[in-house]
């Protein structure tokens, strides 16, 4: 049996991982005596805790959590055994059948002949399961658990089932560790993205322009700039060119770089451009067919502009980056926030070099990164070093030669360049290994970000190459990175990680003036104007409100100095600065005022 191991190292064989599953079928139990007509889907255990899926007759809400968990309770305090039972397929089908749970008839129709099947039956309830579980509930410490939200599955994943009720529990071993993760998530609540996008007018998300798409709002389209705008000069400076590519490619382009045929559950279906929708509508008949589709990946594109002109091994490296939109299929009920997206932007580069200059462009990625990663203040992230699975190599491109070179030297630079990483056998990519980071979100998830891969697929599949010292033609080696991964991620991530209140040389708006009365309004406004002129972000809030309403509404959107302007304010040479996170009122001049915002703009400073 396949040993199952969470994200963060909790094991099978653990008493938690035991006592975490044990729960799920509590929760199952709780749910039957409130719903004796309710069918079972599964109920797995996951990071920190657990869920069950269930087919309801009525409604179920969160509201309703704190009456189930308290008949869990008494559940578990009848000291419960969970008993194991190995049956055949036949007795499994016939016991699943008898108790009208459909959907655990379709799971033991899909399981592999002779893969083991077994009960577990605790009292008068019996649930199809792999287990392993605790002897007896009297195991699981009932004040270290707590059932947290209600959500809608589909069946199987896949939008065309029917959608099921997911009640998600978490369960420690003692209290105080149950209490400090309630704690984060209610900070996590405070910091969730979607809350302060929303708040700060960052981003909008559309059904009537489409689900994970995004539009970004004035302020969010400032952020982006600001970060785009430091993503070209260090690269420009890192010996990078830029190139831009379309948004559509041909099916022809997709099928030679086997996208079509590897890749195709995360592309759109083609798009007929042979003629207009008018046409289409009419019902004309296409004289040119053409089929084009989304693109979900820059490379082949910069791999088409390589292979424009001959190269010899002078051109080499070549390092090209484009900051380019891609779109990729996500089934609706997976898209979340700027995470979780169908359109996104990714800060592509693709270095083209030879083999003796392959350890040298790992090394200077790597080392981008921990730039990047520095910049943005980002300490919290792990190093994943993903190889391929040595027991089924048939599924990967390339050959032995060429994985074992890849691999032995993405290990090397990981050690010279002294990373904390860990080795995941049988992650790496079909066409090649590579370094994966991840970024730790307010729940404490993981989202990779920056990437870094080898690729044998394309370069064989578009017969790239160059002419070596020695006149002959050879194949170059082709590595992929993204830094930020995609805009939209590590902005989502950002937005958490700072829980809105960016560092000055992030924030949309660093500077908010406000007016005391209509009469100060033309000297806040030609204030604003000098600010603006020294490339300073400022806004003037002259609305007609309380001085209180607006300092506490800037205060709200962690707008990082407040200047207030009345009558003294006018008189005075010196300004009055509210700092964020500040009691005190800074007195400051003007010119040392805007010399401060400047130097922490050039230093990028994350703090204030």
């Given at each position: ?46 990071d ?71 009960f577990?039956?605790?009292?008068n ?27 809608g ?60 798409l ?34 559509i ?50 490379c ?19 390092r090209w ?10 089934k609706?009920g ?108 307010a ?88 600010f ?26 962690k ?50």
């Open positions: 049996m396949k040993t199952t191991k969470l994200s963060n190292g909790v094991k099978q064989e653990d008493k938690i991982f035991k006592i975490r599953h044990s729960l799920a079928h509590v929760l199952a139990m709780a749910i039957l005596k409130k719903f004796p007509d309710a069918k079972l889907g599964v109920g797995p255990i996951i920190n805790g657990f869920y069950y899926d269930f087919l309801l007759p009525d409604k179920f809400s969160d509201a309703d959590l704190p009456k189930l968990q308290k008949e869990m309770k008494k559940i578990i305090q009848q000291k419960v055994e969970f008993k194991k039972t190995v049956v055949s397929r036949k007795e499994a089908l016939k016991t699943t059948k008898k108790e009208k749970q459909d959907f655990k008839v379709e799971l033991i129709n899909d399981l592999p002949e002779g893969e083991e099947l077994s577990y039956q605790s009292g309830f019996l649930d199809l399961c792999r287990g392993p579980h605790v002897e007896d509930s009297s195991e699981i410490n009932q004040k270290a658990f707590a059932l947290t939200s209600v959500a599955a589909y069946w199987r994943g896949d939008e065309k089932n029917a959608m099921l009720t997911r009640v998600y529990g978490v369960a420690f071993d003692t209290q105080k560790e149950l209490d400090d993760y309630l704690l984060m998530l209610e900070e996590a609540k405070k910091r969730d993205h979607r809350k302060i996008g929303k708040e700060q007018e960052l981003f909008l998300i559309d059904p009537m322009v489409g689900l994970g995004v539009m970004w709002q004035p302020n969010g389209a400032i952020l982006w700039h600001v970060m785009e705008e430091f993503w070209y000069r260090e690269h420009l400076k890192a010996g990078y060119k830029l190139v831009r590519t379309p948004h490619g041909s099916r022809q382009l997709w099928e030679t770089s086997g996208h079509w045929g590897f890749y195709n559950e995360s592309m759109y279906p083609p798009l007929e451009i042979g003629q207009s929708l008018k046409s289409a509508e009419k019902g004309a008949e296409i004289k040119n067919k053409e089929e084009y589709l989304l693109k979900p990946m820059n082949p594109f910069h791999v088409v502009t390589y292979n424009a002109k001959p190269k010899s091994y002078r051109d080499l490296p070549i980056a484009e900051c380019g939109t891609v779109y990729r299929y996500e609706s997976e898209l979340s926030g700027l995470t979780r997206v169908r359109g996104f932007t990714q800060d592509d580069a693709h270095i083209i070099c030879t083999k003796d200059q392959i350890k040298d462009e790992l090394k200077r990625v790597s080392r981008f990164i921990t730039f990047i990663f520095k910049e943005f203040g980002f300490k919290d992230y792990k190093i994943y070093l993903s190889l391929r699975d040595p027991k089924n190599k048939e599924k990967y491109a390339g050959d032995d030669e060429g994985w074992e070179f890849t691999e032995r030297i993405l290990e090397e630079v990981a050690k010279e360049e002294k990373l904390d990483y860990v080795i995941e056998e049988g992650e790496a990519a079909f066409y090649g290994p590579k370094l994966d980071y991840k970024i730790k979100d729940l404490g998830r993981e989202w990779q970000c920056s990437t870094l891969q080898f690729d044998f697929n394309l370069p064989e599949r578009f017969d790239m190459n160059f002419v070596n010292d020695k006149g002959e033609k050879e194949q170059p080696y082709m590595l992929h990175r993204a830094l930020f991964g995609s805009f939209e991620r590590f902005i989502g991530l950002l937005i958490e990680h700072y829980a809105g209140a960016f560092p000055l040389w992030l924030s949309p708006v660093q500077v908010k003036i406000i007016s005391v009365g209509d009469s100060h309004t033309e000297y806040c406004q030609k204030l604003a104007e000098e603006t002129n020294q490339e300073i972000r400022v806004e003037v809030d002259h609305l007609d409100e309380t001085v209180g309403n607006k300092i506490r509404k800037a205060t709200k959107e707008i990082p100095y407040i200047l207030v302007i009345g009558d003294k304010e006018i008189n005075s040479k010196d300004l009055m600065v509210r700092v964020r996170g500040q009691q005190d009122l800074v007195t400051i001049s003007k010119q040392k005022f805007i010399d401060k915002i400047q130097e922490d703009i050039k230093t990028r400073s994350v703090d204030l």
